[in-house]
């Protein structure tokens, strides 16, 4: 699976849109972008993912570039309780029996 | 619908004693994982299983066992547990069409 690169922390102030990048310059045409996020030591969740187009569900945006080397994760209006660490995978399909390889992710603080 | 669940919770161990983690869904998912994280770290996989009766190694499957004698059940072994397993403990599992992992709570174990 490629490899992702995030920013270690970002901040946000509370309301306003986050914007998290990923880069994922090695990614495969096969491969997927998913994000997950942890909040406080508890079992990751689920929060969108996408292949080459644009996605949109009730928690988040994946903006995906066209050469597919980067993708955004923008959650339009932050709360305090969106302050957890976030996690950009790349994952392939067939043979990868949906395992996720995670890197360190970027920790979000949203702040009053 | 109760997701995945993990029993137990939290344990201590002392070096050399054997434990059992339980990872338990109600899904109806064919692929269950087994994941570990340490301190600050990302989360790494130990173990998967892509259907009742079958397993494979993941990432870092050195000391564990696990068997999947049945689709909603896929446990955790330790055979000589080492300070080295102290970790969180996190179970997964997901649809056949890799759309959304779901993870459960998380087992903290220490091992003195």
New interface residues.
């Given amino acids: 699976d490629a490899k992702t690169t995030q920013p270690p922390s970002m901040d946000c102030a509370e309301g306003r849109a986050a914007n998290l990048p990923c880069n994922h310059s090695t990614i495969s045409g096969n491969e997927y972008v998913y994000w997950y996020r942890q909040i406080h030591s508890q079992g990751p969740q689920y929060i969108i993912h996408g292949l080459k187009n644009n996605e949109t569900n009730e928690m988040a945006s994946l903006i995906i570039t066209e050469d597919r080397k980067s993708s955004t994760l923008i959650l339009p209006h932050a709360t305090l309780r969106d302050t957890a660490v976030y996690y950009c995978i790349v994952r392939g399909g067939g043979t990868s029996y949906g395992k996720l390889t995670f890197g360190q992710g970027t920790i979000l603080t949203v702040h009053p | 619908n109760a997701g995945?669940t993990q029993t137990p919770k939290f344990r201590v161990l002392k070096t050399g004693q054997s434990m059992t983690l339980l990872c338990a869904q109600d899904m109806n998912h064919e692929?269950m994982?087994w994941?570990r994280q340490d301190p600050?770290?990302?989360?790494?996989?130990i173990h998967?299983s892509?259907g009742e009766g079958t397993t494979?190694k993941?990432?870092v499957p050195d000391g564990y066992n696990v068997s999947r004698l049945k689709k909603q059940n896929f446990l955790l072994g330790l055979e000589s547990a080492a300070p080295s397993q102290t970790s969180?403990y996190?179970c997964?599992s997901?649809d056949s069409y890799?759309?959304?992992?779901?993870?459960?709570?998380?087992t903290r174990l220490t091992v003195l």
């Fill in positions: 995945v692929y994982y994941y600050g770290m990302g989360l790494r996989l998967y892509v494979a993941g990432e969180v996190f997964a997901v890799y759309n959304e992992q779901f993870f459960g709570p998380g």
